[in-house]
């Protein structure tokens, strides 16, 4: 008889870093809403001492997020940028920094207003190609930075040859995982060293809690961003990590959903004649269809049209005349949200940026939730009849 060594991802999602509590059997792990511990004595304790260092709670979920990635060690932060810039505060002046052009608005602030007047250079690239990702790396390259898919263009980049052309050249590969969510892409096992999350996003899931994660293999950057974590307080409070450990056990169901609405809804404005472009990697002519259906298990929630005339005045109306889609930024949660990119997630972008890479004043992106896909269609159909 084969014994199985590793459980299936559901089973990691529900039990993985959590156990009974010793004193009542509580299932759920306690929200140990504490700022300090009591000590034995000035040199024992029992493995914490200050909540900004550690806490029980968070070590149940790092523990829990790390296990969905096979990752050895899972660092929490209080969002997603605060995991974003404790990376970067591990870099020195004078390295550099290569990124995917199509990143986060929020992204692209951090890299370029907080970090570049402090003297670490970035550069932005086309990484889907991978002959122009050889000549962007750099002998001062120190991190390659990806999204995969990226927001809000839904391009879908390579994670195993860019790692090795990154790796060729000493630098690190963190990819922002996001968008795809533990259930759908491992970054760790396709060659990156840091697999990102706004844990704010799918992870989540209820859009009612900010968190950040990083899951890595790399002891030595799992210590500088725990560091950083002790250094900076970028600590998640207990609440929000017991918030995500509740999450992190429906994961994969609500994966499942978001993407086969996401199919159907993706299929639906792909047919329609007031829509353009629609991007999905779930479409079979879609650039990234086949390079996707290696790299995840499936698709996704999030994708992203223009209409067909690329009116921006009809793209505001449509915006503002959906009834189930509701108007905010943020995405990953069960209620679908739709956005305009051009003047809320990327408005920091300068727009000559944001054009070069395809990124129209007219796009429109969706976070397709797990409501009855019918009612989703219906509502973007009376929207679009509207313009």
């Known amino acids: 008889m084969q014994i199985k060594t590793k459980q299936g991802f559901g089973t990691r999602a529900i039990h993985a870093g959590q156990r009974p509590d010793p004193t009542t059997g509580a299932i759920m792990t306690p929200i140990y809403q504490t700022s300090t511990y009591v000590q034995e004595a000035p040199t024992v304790h029992k493995g914490y001492e200050y909540s900004r260092v550690s806490?029980?709670?968070?070590?149940?979920?790092?523990?829990?997020?790390?296990?969905?990635?096979?990752?050895a060690h899972g660092i929490c932060f209080a969002s997603g940028v605060a995991a974003t810039d404790a990376i970067i505060k591990s870099l020195r002046p004078g390295q550099h920094v290569l990124a995917m052009d199509d990143l986060y608005g929020g992204t692209v602030r951090l890299f370029r207003q907080v970090f570049e007047p402090f003297g670490i250079r970035f550069s932005f690239a086309d990484l889907t190609d991978l002959e122009a990702a050889e000549r962007a790396v750099t002998d001062d390259t120190a991190l390659m930075w990806l999204e995969t898919p990226t927001n809000p263009?839904?391009?879908?980049?390579?994670?195993?040859?860019?790692?090795?052309?990154?790796?060729?050249?000493?630098?690190?590969?963190?990819v922002d995982n996001t968008f795809a969510s533990p259930y759908l892409q491992q970054p760790l096992a396709l060659g990156a060293d840091l697999s990102v999350h706004s844990s704010t996003k799918y992870l989540g899931g209820h859009s009612d809690v900010i968190g950040g994660a990083v899951l890595t293999n790399d002891d030595e950057w799992a210590e500088k961003l725990r560091f950083q974590v002790k250094a900076t307080g970028a600590a998640p409070a207990p609440m929000d990590c017991f918030l995500l450990l509740r999450s992190t056990k429906t994961l994969h169901l609500r994966m499942e959903r978001h993407c086969e609405n996401a199919r159907?809804?993706?299929?639906?404005?792909d047919e329609h004649p007031k829509v353009g472009r629609v991007h999905y990697p779930g479409l079979p002519d879609d650039p990234g269809h086949e390079l996707a259906s290696r790299q995840m298990r499936d698709f996704g929630g999030m994708m992203s049209f223009s209409l067909a005339d690329d009116d921006i005045d009809k793209a505001m109306h449509v915006l503002s005349s959906t009834e189930i889609f509701s108007l905010a930024e943020s995405l990953g949660g069960v209620e679908s949200l739709i956005e305009h990119p051009?003047?809320?997630?990327?408005?920091?972008?300068?727009?000559?940026d944001r054009i070069r890479v395809g990124l129209e004043d007219s796009l429109i992106r969706l976070s397709v939730g797990v409501e009855d896909v019918v009612d989703l269609i219906d509502d973007l159909d009376q929207a679009l009849a509207s313009v």
Do not use: Q, Y
């Not at 159907?264 to 404005?269: D, I, P, R």
């Open 264 to 269: 159907h809804v993706a299929a639906f404005l």
């Open 55 to 71: 806490n029980p709670t968070r070590t149940a979920l790092e523990a829990n997020l790390a296990a969905l990635e096979d990752a």
């Open 342 to 352: 051009a003047s809320m997630t990327h408005a920091s972008v300068p727009r000559e």
């Open 153 to 174: 263009l839904m391009r879908v980049v390579d994670i195993a040859a860019l790692s090795e052309i990154a790796h060729a050249k000493g630098a690190v590969v963190a």
